[in-house]
């Protein structure tokens, strides 16, 4: 499966303002893992940037004077998108920028829903995390990812982030298989298959000192609590020579 994590940088929060594209940062994932293959890209806009998404980002329209505009981009970044699946925090926003970005050149290069289908890992965070801050930094707080270095919003880096997050978000199911399908119409359905395994299963036992260890403790459980549950799995003689 090719997967693309995918952030964009703007000069304000609505493009229907006139608000333009100033950086894209793609992390390309080949099986859930980076292949190493990005896509990075800062853009000249022709427009200022809104009162403090300067701050956000660092990015100055002096830093941005000699970048190429998105039109002289637009072909490279759809080559590389094309066909794969985008995952996105808060989809809709950089969507809808791409979207405006893409009309921008006319009809010829249709809508980024023509080449790609989409995860919004803000919906996915959502789902697992109700009533909870779903941000990339609460996140990545809750999830264990360290984002110690993103002191400005950059698109590859926030993308790099993305990628981390979204691993620990959907860590258990993609693994294992697990799929959502279609029931004929009556809403979704789990469809889980396991991959088969390879060869026998390794067994592990427990060396003369775990295995003492362990009876010592029941014996001290059943002093306390007059059994253990573990009696109904294995034989308590042994157990009670310890106990002498």
């Not at 279609?182 to 298959?193: C, F």
């Given at each position: 499966?090719?997967?693309?994590?995918?952030?964009?940088?703007?000069?304000?929060?609505?493009?229907?303002?006139?608000?333009?594209?100033?950086?894209?940062?793609?992390?390309?994932?080949?099986?859930?893992?980076?292949?190493?293959?990005?896509?990075?890209?800062?853009?000249?806009?022709?427009?200022?940037?809104?009162?403090?998404?300067?701050?956000?980002?660092?990015?100055?329209?002096?830093?941005?004077?000699?970048?190429?505009?998105?039109?002289?981009?637009?072909?490279?970044?759809?080559?590389?998108?094309?066909?794969?699946?985008?995952?996105?925090?808060?989809?809709?926003?950089?969507?809808?920028?791409?979207?405006?970005?893409?009309?921008?050149?006319?009809?010829?290069?249709?809508?980024?829903?023509?080449?790609?289908?989409?995860?919004?890992?803000?919906?996915?965070?959502?789902?697992?995390?109700?009533?909870?801050?779903?941000?990339?930094?609460?996140?990545?707080?809750?999830?264990?990812?360290?984002?110690?270095?993103?002191?400005?919003?950059?698109?590859?880096?926030?993308?790099?982030?993305?990628?981390?997050?979204?691993?620990?978000?959907?860590?258990?199911q993609e693994e294992i298989g697990f799929a959502q399908a279609d029931a004929g119409g009556s809403g979704p359905a789990t469809v889980v298959a396991f991959a088969p395994v390879?060869?026998?299963?390794?067994?592990?036992?427990?060396?003369?000192?775990?295995?003492?260890?362990?009876?010592?403790?029941?014996?001290?459980?059943?002093?306390?609590?007059?059994?253990?549950?573990?009696?109904?799995?294995?034989?308590?003689?042994?157990?009670?020579?310890?106990?002498?």
């Amino acid at each position: 499966m090719r997967q693309i994590i995918l952030d964009t940088e703007t000069t304000g929060l609505e493009w229907k303002k006139g608000n333009r594209v100033v950086e894209i940062g793609c992390v390309e994932l080949l099986e859930r893992r980076p292949s190493g293959r990005n896509f990075h890209r800062y853009l000249k806009p022709d427009c200022a940037f809104e009162a403090g998404a300067q701050e956000v980002t660092g990015l100055t329209l002096e830093f941005l004077a000699d970048k190429p505009a998105f039109e002289e981009v637009a072909e490279e970044f759809l080559a590389y998108v094309d066909g794969a699946e985008l995952i996105i925090h808060n989809a809709a926003f950089d969507l809808g920028f791409l979207d405006y970005e893409l009309s921008r050149l006319g009809d010829r290069y249709g809508r980024m829903a023509d080449r790609i289908t989409v995860v919004d890992t803000l919906l996915l965070a959502r789902e697992r995390f109700p009533g909870q801050r779903n941000s990339l930094d609460a996140l990545c707080k809750r999830l264990g990812v360290d984002n110690s270095h993103r002191q400005l919003h950059g698109a590859l880096l926030d993308a790099q982030i993305l990628a981390d997050v979204y691993i620990a978000l959907t860590s258990g199911q993609e693994e294992i298989g697990f799929a959502q399908a279609d029931a004929g119409g009556s809403g979704p359905a789990t469809v889980v298959a396991f991959a088969p395994v390879a060869g026998p299963r390794p067994r592990i036992g427990a060396d003369a000192g775990e295995r003492e260890a362990h009876l010592r403790r029941l014996a001290t459980l059943r002093k306390k609590a007059g059994h253990a549950l573990w009696d109904a799995l294995e034989p308590v003689a042994e157990a009670e020579a310890l106990e002498a």
